[in-house]
């Protein structure tokens, strides 16, 4: 079945430097793919997204391109702050699955220091 | 900017009791969702609600839980009589259609510990 697997964290950065979180999956179809983040004691919100191979998905400084032929969508931005530091997780909806569920992958919390 | 809200933010229950957790989806969508998160482990899904119907239940919903819209604003989660194992944040989230382009908005979570 479909799966989302990310890089462990937790990821330690300084404040302005770059970040990248690895994400890649597994599905029978062309998925959608998304970022996520949860900040400290809140839900989950959308932060990018992508639909077909190629796209870029850009929110907020971060960005993520959809890899066909890697089968990854990887999180980079330039340079993090402090306010960066959250949970990150990415997830796919499948068309196969008639787009009625997101597939999560086990989220990489992120400590940005000043 | 319009938001999902879930009641309670945290709910305390002994073992064996039902809980109902509530849900107020964004208004104008039509699109359901419950989803749960094991301290620890990955958001999974349980279950999507179109039309006042199930659409799609994962192998974790079984007939302990139930899901419900009663009165067009709020979308309700039952468990019948919980376990220990049902502790967990459990979201809600809501989208306006399904398909490509259509990205689930989710709510805050109620986290659910079972004594």
């Known amino acids: 079945g479909d799966s989302v697997t990310q890089m462990e964290g937790p990821v330690t950065l300084s404040e302005e430097a770059f970040l990248t979180i690895n994400c890649t999956y597994t599905?029978?179809?062309?998925?959608?793919l998304f970022w996520y983040v949860q900040y400290p004691g809140e839900g989950l919100q959308l932060l990018l997204k992508?639909?077909?191979?190629?796209d870029k998905g850009s929110n907020k400084g971060f960005e993520a391109t959809y890899r066909k032929e890697t089968t990854s969508f990887h999180l980079e931005k330039g340079s993090v702050q402090v306010s960066d530091s959250a949970v990150y997780f990415c997830?796919?909806?499948?068309?196969?699955?008639?787009?009625?569920?997101?597939?999560f992958g086990a989220g990489t919390r992120l400590a940005v220091h000043p | 900017e319009p938001e999902v809200t879930q009641t309670p933010s945290h709910q305390v229950t002994q073992m064996g009791q039902e809980v109902i957790l509530r849900c107020v989806p964004i208004?104008?969508?039509?699109?359901f969702y419950w989803y749960r998160q094991i301290l620890g482990q990955k958001v999974e899904f349980l279950v999507s609600?179109?039309?006042?119907?199930?659409?799609?239940k994962s192998e974790i919903f079984d007939d302990q839980f139930s899901v419900e819209r009663p009165d067009g604003s709020n979308f309700t989660l039952k468990i019948r009589s919980t376990k220990l194992e049902d502790s967990a944040m459990y979201f809600c989230?809501?989208?306006?259609?399904?398909?490509?382009?259509?990205?689930?908005?989710f709510g805050d979570g109620t986290r659910l510990s079972i004594l």
């Open positions: 989230a809501s989208s306006v259609g399904q398909g490509p382009n259509q990205p689930q908005h």
């Open positions: 599905a029978t179809g062309y998925p959608s």
């Open positions: 992508a639909t077909k191979a190629d």
């Open positions: 997830a796919l909806s499948d068309k196969s699955g008639g787009y009625n569920k997101l597939i």
């Open positions: 208004s104008n969508h039509l699109y």
């Open positions: 609600f179109y039309n006042n119907e199930i659409s799609e």
